[in-house]
């Protein structure tokens, strides 16, 4: 299709894995693409509402993948530029939200580069799911008034971001924090340096919204050893600094 102007490429946020999760806008994007590229935590169920004929490319990463993740970002990017040059309608459908620690910006401005429009479909981020399935109040009035999405990947915080961090918490500040589980140790020792003397409660919630999910809620001199017992399955998202009214 030379000289024929690309379709629009969507970036579909899956949600965190329940097809009835997903918004209107999502579902007709993926109904109606006829290329999608699926990360790994897409559901079986949101990849079965895909046309029959769709083109289905895996495009994801799971723990432990030694894949040079340049190069995995780069023939992602390429792909996308690929098919929307032929004329398909394309879907990018990442878990959660495309702005919550999905790369999503990467490829929008590598498809600005190349003047291939593209539209951005938000979802549900697993911390929103997690804290609406089991009640903990990210926010409430006269006790929290703010909460902070942030990453235990790493573990790697240095003294500044984590005295920004126990003022947040000390503050009322609700922390969402993902990708904690495979750090779990450091992670809770950076909270316990955090905490001090104060009670912290912290909440781990595995499999948001499919069916195995699970949720261990324990203050934090526990949570560790609740946790390990427990045996949780990833991914797994921590809500720390309020207790679940929902058990």
Same mark, same amino acid.
């Given at each position: 299709?030379?000289? !024929?102007?690309?379709?629009?490429?969507?970036?579909?946020?899956?949600?965190?894995?329940?097809? &009835? =999760?997903?918004?209107?806008? @999502?579902?007709?994007?993926?109904?109606?693409?006829?290329?999608?590229?699926?990360?790994?935590?897409?559901?079986?169920?949101?990849?079965?509402?895909?046309?029959? &004929?769709?083109? =289905?490319?895996?495009?994801?990463?799971?723990?432990?993948?030694? #894949?040079?993740?340049?190069?995995?970002?780069? #023939?992602?990017? +390429?792909?996308?530029?690929?098919?929307?040059?032929?004329?398909?309608?394309?879907?990018?459908?990442?878990?959660?939200?495309?702005?919550?620690?999905?790369?999503?910006? +990467?490829?929008?401005?590598?498809?600005?580069?190349?003047?291939?429009?593209?539209?951005?479909?938000?979802?549900? %981020?697993?911390?929103?799911?997690?804290?609406?399935?089991?009640?903990?109040?990210? !926010?409430?009035?006269?006790?929290?008034?703010?909460?902070?999405?942030? %990453?235990? $990947?790493?573990?790697?915080?240095?003294?500044?971001?984590?005295?920004?961090?126990? $003022?947040?918490? $000390?503050?009322?500040? #609700?922390?969402?924090?993902?990708?904690?589980?495979?750090?779990?140790?450091?992670?809770?020792?950076?909270?316990?340096?955090?905490?001090?003397?104060?009670? =912290?409660?912290?909440?781990?919630?595995?499999?948001?919204?499919?069916?195995?999910? %699970?949720?261990?809620?324990?203050?934090? &001199?526990?949570?560790?050893? @609740?946790?390990?017992?427990?045996?949780? @399955?990833?991914?797994?998202?921590?809500?720390?600094?309020?207790?679940?009214?929902?058990?």
């Amino acid at each position: 299709m030379a000289g !024929t102007a690309a379709p629009m490429v969507s970036i579909v946020g899956a949600g965190p894995g329940a097809v &009835d =999760l997903l918004t209107v806008r @999502a579902l007709r994007c993926i109904q109606k693409a006829e290329v999608v590229l699926y990360d790994n935590l897409v559901s079986a169920e949101i990849l079965s509402c895909c046309a029959p &004929d769709a083109l =289905l490319l895996y495009t994801g990463k799971k723990y432990g993948d030694k #894949t040079d993740p340049v190069i995995r970002q780069n #023939t992602i990017n +390429e792909l996308l530029v690929q098919h929307a040059r032929e004329g398909k309608r394309v879907v990018r459908l990442k878990s959660g939200d495309p702005f919550i620690y999905g790369r999503a910006i +990467e490829e929008i401005r590598y498809l600005q580069e190349r003047a291939i429009p593209c539209e951005v479909v938000p979802g549900i %981020t697993a911390g929103l799911a997690a804290a609406a399935s089991w009640c903990i109040p990210l !926010t409430e009035r006269s006790v929290s008034n703010a909460v902070l999405f942030c %990453t235990g $990947h790493t573990a790697g915080y240095d003294l500044d971001q984590l005295d920004a961090l126990a $003022h947040m918490l $000390h503050t009322g500040t #609700t922390l969402v924090l993902y990708m904690g589980l495979s750090n779990l140790r450091p992670m809770l020792e950076k909270l316990r340096a955090i905490a001090g003397p104060e009670k =912290l409660y912290v909440s781990a919630v595995s499999q948001v919204s499919l069916p195995g999910e %699970t949720i261990v809620s324990e203050e934090l &001199d526990g949570i560790g050893a @609740a946790i390990e017992k427990a045996q949780l @399955a990833m991914p797994v998202v921590f809500i720390i600094g309020r207790k679940p009214i929902r058990s």
